[in-house]
């Protein structure tokens, strides 16, 4: 059982704020639950990093929904563009899961941004936000979340590992050998889903909404029942559950990424000679596997410090508090861009994604604006030349009367 649900207490403005870390909601790691109920608990950092919570905190959620709705749409571009007739290969799909997980990660998140971000307020000033309304809503969503992620960070790794096997020994050619590549990457992209399913039921039950007393104002808010992580009350089933989350979710794929994508730089150096001699067919594929090794580096830049944060913040006392909470919003936010950079990345190392892109998008708006161009030229040489032949017409008629 991984449980990853997380909610931590927040000073802001002289009261405790309960916000869920997006570190949880985004990649949903570990369950650190702090609430406001216990403020003492949390050791609040001092110095710069401190400082640069408090700074990145009033930004972090208009950032976020941006980065969001630039991700959202460019996941739709790179869907439509990679399942279109000509681009359907077993890579192509791959990278089309990716973008749905992705997508699936990014929508539920701009709700949750909206309300406890934008601005970030503390419950004595807007306890709306902390009704058990929302309360549920971020309850669902991180565990919705948690499931996204690990099927994107392992659909990363079934990337790197299919194309691994592309290298190492190069499959047939032909419309059957294509199909039959294309079966199987949907074999292992079901498996994928489904396994990330079955692993994070115990997680849909694990947690509790409880009643908090907001002081100073007749109301009262809601939050996660405190696991108290990090300290010496912490439970041995959520302190194992949080490792086991560490290494199944984080470290281990990030792992088996970094041996294959190793393995895929070794394969490409002692035969790109070789493949230079080939067809232009093979100077594609090379490209294709450089764009393939930046998106993993991605993964691996986004999940491996954070993997090393959930197990020091579980193993080091005062870790979490004085390293990882600071900190938190800038390596969720590192997350978020994850979830929304692969767009670009394609664009940049990719010409022929590229072309697609421009055909199916680009060309024919282009088109539309030289037609509409052309329709409008038209019609104003038909009315200016329409009123003078009439005028003509009407001023000989005036001389004869």
């Known amino acids: 059982m991984i449980n990853v649900t997380h909610y931590q207490a927040e000073t802001l403005t002289g009261a405790v704020i309960q916000r869920a870390d997006l570190e949880e909601v985004q990649s949903t790691e570990h369950n650190l639950s702090h609430t406001g109920q216990h403020p003492h608990l949390h050791i609040q950092p001092s110095g710069y990093l401190q400082l640069f919570h408090e700074w990145f905190l009033e930004v972090h959620g208009y950032a976020s929904i941006v980065v969001c709705l630039f991700g959202i749409f460019t996941n739709i571009f790179n869907i439509t563009v990679l399942m279109a007739k000509d681009m359907r290969t077993a890579t192509n799909h ?68 299919f194309r691994f096997t592309q290298i190492r020994s190069p499959c047939p050619r032909g419309p059957l050998a294509k199909e039959r590549r294309i079966r199987q990457v949907k074999i292992a992209t079901a498996i994928v889903y489904l396994t990330s399913i079955l692993v994070m039921i115990p997680n849909y039950v694990s947690n509790e909404i409880e009643r908090n007393l907001v002081p100073n104002i007749n109301a009262s808010t809601f939050g996660i029942k405190e696991m108290k992580i990090g300290t010496p009350q912490a439970e041995l089933v959520v302190f194992t559950n949080m490792l086991t989350y560490a290494v199944l979710g984080k470290l281990l794929p990030c792992v088996l990424i970094l041996i294959f994508s190793g393995s895929l730089l070794y394969n490409m150096g002692i035969k790109t000679t070789r493949r230079r001699q080939r067809l232009a067919s093979s100077s ?118």
């Open 94 to 161: 791959l990278l089309t899961f990716l973008a749905v997980a992705d997508i699936l990660t990014m929508v539920p998140y701009i709700p949750y941004a909206i309300n406890f971000y934008c601005p970030a307020t503390s419950p004595v000033e807007s306890p709306w936000k902390y009704s058990y309304g929302w309360i549920l809503y971020i309850l669902i969503m991180v565990h919705f979340l948690a499931t996204t992620h690990i099927i994107s960070i392992w659909l990363a790794v079934t990337l790197a590992a």
């Open 284 to 401: 594609q594929h090379i490209k294709t596997t450089r764009m393939l090794l930046a998106v993993l580096v991605m993964f691996l830049f986004t999940e491996l410090p954070q993997g090393t944060f959930i197990i020091l913040s579980a193993t080091v006392p005062g870790f979490y508090d004085e390293i990882n909470y600071p900190l938190g919003d800038l390596m969720d936010f590192v997350a978020l861009l994850n979830n929304a950079i692969n767009f670009v990345l394609y664009c940049v190392m990719s010409q022929q994604f590229r072309e697609k892109f421009f055909n199916i998008y680009i060309k024919p708006l282009c088109e539309r604006r030289r037609s509409l161009i052309t329709s409008t030229s038209e019609l104003l040489i038909l009315r200016e030349h329409v009123p003078r032949t009439v005028t003509t017409t009407t001023h000989e008629e005036n001389i004869k009367v």
